[in-house]
């Protein structure tokens, strides 16, 4: 049987344009877990930042990850948050889900983050914070739960 293919990497690591290519190439349906959770709400993600506080993000992340993976042809787009704060939550992994890793450099993902659209989008990134800064902060604190659940890793590009 199939298992779901799950793209997980910090912001800009390129999971919703690899989940849209994957599906498209092996002819399954996209899941993208933040387009899924501003349907369900009607919010944007820093909407649901701002009104609900990030804990509360965190729950229906993971929520809509589980039904998610209920399809095992799915091919999910990930946001850079779900693996790591499961990982300190202790769940285990789940075992019907094939995690491939995006992690490009550093410098790569400040590079693609430096457009303001995509800084608006994403909360923790906004322009309070020194971007490259941030992002060398996450990689370092987020890697170790990536590699912990990864069964691919990319980092060739
Ligand atoms: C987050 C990443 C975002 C989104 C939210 C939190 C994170 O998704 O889920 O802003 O904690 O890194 P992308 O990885 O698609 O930017």
Same mark, same amino acid.
């Given at each position: ?21 994957? %599906? ?7 899941? $993208? ?28 992340? &993971? ?64 322009? %309070?914070? $020194? ?17 912990? &659940? ?8």
């Amino acid at each position: 049987m199939s298992k779901a293919i799950a793209l997980i990497g910090l912001s800009g690591c390129g999971k919703t344009t690899y989940a849209k290519a994957l %599906s498209e190439k092996l002819n399954r349906p996209l899941y $993208d877990i933040d387009h899924l959770i501003e349907e369900k709400m009607g919010l944007s993600v820093r909407e649901i930042f701002e009104q609900f506080g990030e804990p509360y993000f965190r729950q229906q992340e &993971w929520t809509v990850f589980l039904e998610c993976i209920q399809d095992h042809t799915a091919i999910i787009a990930t946001g850079g948050g779900l693996v790591p704060h499961a990982v300190a939550r202790g769940q285990d992994k789940p075992l019907n889900v094939f995690f491939v890793y995006l992690n490009p450099s550093v410098e790569e993902i400040v590079r693609r983050l430096e457009n303001p659209i995509n800084r608006l989008q994403r909360p923790l990134l906004d322009d %309070s914070v $020194d971007l490259s800064q941030k992002v060398r902060l996450l990689h370092v604190a987020r890697s170790k739960a990536y590699l912990a &659940w990864a069964d691919e890793i990319i980092d060739t590009f």
